[in-house]
């Protein structure tokens, strides 16, 4: 028995949830989320919490019943707090801008990159070599977060390029001079 799916989903006062058929609504303060519901999962609204079961013990079934009670957890998380993944840039010259809902990156290249900000997302520059991904999808956010790290990932020989807050990158060695030359 999956431990993690038979844990109850607790419900703020704020956050309406509805259970259609085969699909999950979350309206917060924040927005509005919904979730299709594969066949074999079934979801039940106490007023107080949501409860994930599952139809049979199939292997898939019981591999879905863990994922689709964190999914839904995380999607209540969503509306009543948001979600948000915090980007470093390094490297002399790099930084980044905010214009509108976008944001432009000099980092490096010939060129400004600009990054459009999907539905539900929203860019924070709060300093020019930090950049804030906000939104209540969880899965978006880390999405839009690895894009823009994807634009100049960190390489290992002088940490430059854009990375992860905290991420540690493994350096390298650089070219060894030669001896007796």
């Known amino acids: 028995?999956?431990?993690?799916?038979?844990?109850?989903?607790?419900?703020?006062?704020?956050?309406?949830?509805?259970?259609?058929?085969?699909?999950?609504?979350?309206?917060?303060?924040?927005?509005?989320?919904?979730?299709?519901?594969?066949?074999?999962?079934?979801?039940?609204?106490?007023?107080?919490?949501?409860?994930?079961t599952r139809a049979n013990d199939v292997r898939e079934v019981r591999a879905l019943h863990g994922l689709f009670r964190t999914l839904i957890a995380n999607m209540v998380l969503g509306v009543t707090e948001g979600y948000e993944k915090r980007l470093e840039i390094q490297g002399v010259g790099y930084r980044a801008t905010k214009q509108g809902d976008n944001i432009e990156l000099a980092v490096g290249y010939s060129h400004s990159v600009r990054k459009k900000a999907p539905l539900g997302i929203e860019f924070e520059v709060p300093a020019p070599t930090r950049i804030t991904v906000k939104g209540i999808d969880k899965e978006l956010v880390g999405q839009v977060a690895a894009e823009v790290r994807a634009i100049r990932k960190p390489e290992p020989y002088k940490g430059k390029g854009i990375r992860y807050e905290g991420e540690r990158i493994r350096r390298k060695a650089g070219k060894a001079a030669k001896a007796g030359a």
Request: aromatic share 0%; no cysteine.
């Open 1 to 52: 028995m999956s431990r993690v799916g038979l844990n109850p989903i607790p419900i703020p006062s704020d956050v309406h949830v509805s259970v259609a058929a085969r699909a999950v609504h979350v309206n917060g303060p924040r927005g509005e989320l919904h979730r299709a519901l594969p066949d074999g999962i079934a979801v039940a609204n106490t007023g107080a919490e949501l409860v994930v």
